[in-house]
């Protein structure tokens, strides 16, 4: 049996809120040198290389990558033979997340949503955002923390779709909505794509295929070919980074799916904008080893 510290998660809450905002996981990086390879058009080039450069110097100098802390999400995966109090870990993560805020500091970007009031530790009325899920994996914690901006967040987008319209909906939907956000995404983007379940679920799997590393794959292979042909329409859409023009309007497109009704197809996106940050840790007996 492990026992899961809250000390421990209050900890790593803090440092991993502070190293999702300070260095881009290396998938991503891989991702913007391979957009820059491809790129045919010069202006698109251009900024390309300054967003590598902007990289580069955010951990030369151990700065923020952009000012938007964004949203604090926080995703926990608890394996079997872990002993854990559910209330007191929710607790630790915002702790964390509020000292991370005042002692580093950090801008806090969260608002009450009608009195607009900042409290500054990046918390508020049910975030930071929590999710906890269950694997099969013993003794096994894992802490992922993902800032989400709001130039990617602000372009969300649902559909409830029905059977009738079929696939072709659903690559619709999502073409409009890349083509509707432009450059309010900060392109290039990740564009999470949801599709089945129910409204709140469907949203959901898109954020989740939104924060999903560059290069991972949709586990079912209808899905799986569905992010192959969305990543290339959409890359012929001529939006280009920062939506000034070029072949590189997203690293990916990914897309997450869970069975639905039959009289439904509901389908979502969420967008990552291109710094597309997270930090994650896996715990043990020896400790927190920190990844992405």
Request: glycine share 10%; net charge negative; proline share 5%.
């Amino acid at each position: 049996m492990f026992q899961l510290s809250p000390n421990l998660i209050e900890e790593a809450a803090k440092e991993l809120y502070i190293r999702a905002l300070k260095a881009l996981p290396p998938d991503i990086k891989s991702g913007f040198q391979a957009l820059s390879e491809r790129e045919t058009n010069g202006t698109a080039k251009g900024i390309l290389s300054t967003m590598i450069r902007n990289i580069s110097v955010a951990e030369e100098t151990d700065n923020l990558l952009c000012q938007d802390t964004g949203i604090p999400i926080y995703n926990v995966w608890i394996g079997r033979d872990v002993v854990f109090d559910g209330a007191a870990i929710k607790s630790a993560i915002r702790k964390g997340c509020e000292r991370a805020t005042r002692e580093y500091p950090l801008r806090s970007s969260v608002v009450h949503p009608i009195t607009r009031k900042n409290e500054h530790t990046s918390c508020g009325l049910e975030v930071p955002v929590i999710h906890f899920d269950f694997v099969d994996t013993p003794e096994y914690v894992r802490l992922e923390m993902v800032p989400k901006g709001s130039g990617s967040e602000n372009n969300s987008y649902l559909r409830m779709a029905i059977p009738a319209e079929g696939l072709a909906a659903v690559k619709t939907f999502v073409i409009d909505s890349v083509i509707a956000s432009g450059g309010k995404t900060c392109p290039p983007t990740i564009v999470g794509v949801g599709v089945g379940g129910t409204s709140d679920l469907c949203v959901a799997l898109a954020k989740k295929a939104a924060t999903r590393a560059l290069g991972s794959v949709c586990a079912d292979a209808e899905g799986a070919a569905l992010e192959r042909e969305l990543t290339n329409a959409v890359n012929h859409l001529g939006i280009g980074p920062q939506g000034l023009g070029g072949d590189g309007t997203a690293f990916a497109v990914h897309v997450e799916m869970a069975a639905t009704h039959i009289t439904m197809n509901p389908v979502a996106v969420n967008m990552q904008c291109h710094s597309a940050r997270r930090a994650s840790a896996e715990f043990s007996a020896d400790g927190i080893h920190y990844g992405y």
